[in-house]
């Protein structure tokens, strides 16, 4: 009998001692200031468990900067942070154990194979081998990175790398993956192949939260969204509630500020000979 594999059945979210919580994830009064200038400006923002929640905002709007403190990787200078129930900076590695992370600038140990770095990841997070050997397989298999399992790292294409980190945000089953720009630089029949997996992973009571700036993909895939602009959060609630009878994209432009008119460039009308 042949054993399935994680793109034939569900994926199965980690256990957790906050199984009862309504919010998966809670942003309360979240600050970040970098020499004087306000990245994060008191920021509440509450993530629904089950839901695929997009985040979405102009460069520099505070997005990443928000997600680095979420996973950890920031420390904020005010606010609180809770993942089911537990306080991220109080209690680290605790909420460590729930989070999946994809961060926007990958770091990997790209001179491992992807096996060898999948491996890694799994007995990081204390799995035993076996169970990381199962479940590398079942990734490598989801993600279609058999051909390339056995190469090193630094040798794959820039949409393989993105697979291969997020195989691996993924292999100790968290509840929620938090997910800074995972489609750039993806192919469409990744991304497609990609979005399946993560949509069989909400479907089975996982959650994610993903940035993006593509307003299309965010309002076709998310059934929640937050409007980030600089540093705050000007609309936030399911996707039908912040698009408000409009196309997300022009709900984002009108709160980010309206569309500048592109004044004084007559000369660009008039082609050069």
């Given at each position: ?24 994830l ?23 468990a ?7 905002g ?14 950890g990787l920031l ?26 992370v ?30 990381v ?35 691996a945000?993924?292999?100790?089953s968290?509840r ?26 909400v ?14 993909f ?20 399911s ?5 408000d ?6 709900r ?17 009308h008039?082609?050069?000979?």
């Amino acid at each position: 009998m042949t054993r399935p594999t994680l793109a034939d059945e569900p994926f199965v979210a980690g256990e957790s001692d906050a199984d009862t919580d309504t919010d998966v994830l809670t942003i309360s009064g979240l600050v970040k200031r970098f020499e004087g200038t306000v990245a994060v400006d008191d920021i509440d923002l509450s993530v629904p468990a089950g839901s695929f929640y997009g985040i979405v905002g102009p460069n520099g709007a505070g997005k990443t900067t928000t997600l680095s403190m979420v996973t950890g990787l920031l420390r904020p200078d005010a606010g609180r942070i809770t993942v089911h129930g537990v306080d991220v900076w109080a209690e680290p590695d605790r909420a460590k154990r729930s989070i999946g992370v994809l961060p926007d600038q990958l770091r990997l140990f790209d001179r491992l194979t992807g096996a060898q770095l999948l491996f890694y990841s799994g007995t990081l997070r204390g799995l035993d081998s076996q169970v990381v050997r199962e479940r590398s397989r079942d990734l490598i298999a989801a993600f279609g990175l058999e051909d390339a399992a056995n190469r090193l790292v630094t040798d794959y294409s820039a949409g393989m790398t993105k697979k291969v980190a997020l195989a691996a945000a993924m292999i100790h089953s968290p509840r929620v993956l938090i997910l800074d720009e995972p489609f750039e630089s993806v192919d469409p029949v990744s991304a497609a192949n990609i979005i399946d997996i993560l949509q069989k992973y909400v479907a089975s009571g996982g959650t994610v939260v993903l940035s993006s700036h593509g307003m299309d993909f965010i309002q076709r895939v998310c059934d929640s969204v937050a409007i980030i602009v600089a540093g705050k959060v000007l609309a936030a609630g399911s996707m039908d509630e912040v698009r408000d009878g409009r196309s997300l994209e022009d709900r984002f432009v009108e709160l980010a500020g309206g569309r500048k008119a592109a004044e004084g460039m007559e000369w660009l009308h008039t082609f050069s000979d």
